[in-house]
């Protein structure tokens, strides 16, 4: 999901400058819909890259520890 980040970024920018700019068009009312989706998925997507970057700091952080025991250990 983090690798669609960007798209959902560009896509949230352009949702909102063409549905919340005040121009009344017939699809307002989709584009304003598309944003709050957009936007959902941005959240989504930027959460789920901060949760993969913590997990991984971790298991980087014990294999770290354990190598260090291992050179102790010889």
Not at 23 to 43: Q, S
Not at 55 to 65: A, D
Request: proline share 0%; net charge positive.
């Amino acid at each position: 999901m983090k690798d669609y980040t960007s798209h959902f970024l560009i896509a949230t920018i352009i949702t909102v400058a063409l549905g919340f700019s005040g121009i009344e068009f017939t699809g307002a009312a989709v584009v304003r819909f598309l944003a709050l989706i957009a936007g959902i998925g941005l959240m989504l997507s930027c959460l789920d890259a901060v949760i993969i970057s913590k997990r991984m700091h971790k298991i980087r952080v014990k294999k770290e520890k354990e190598m260090r025991k291992k050179r102790t250990m010889e």
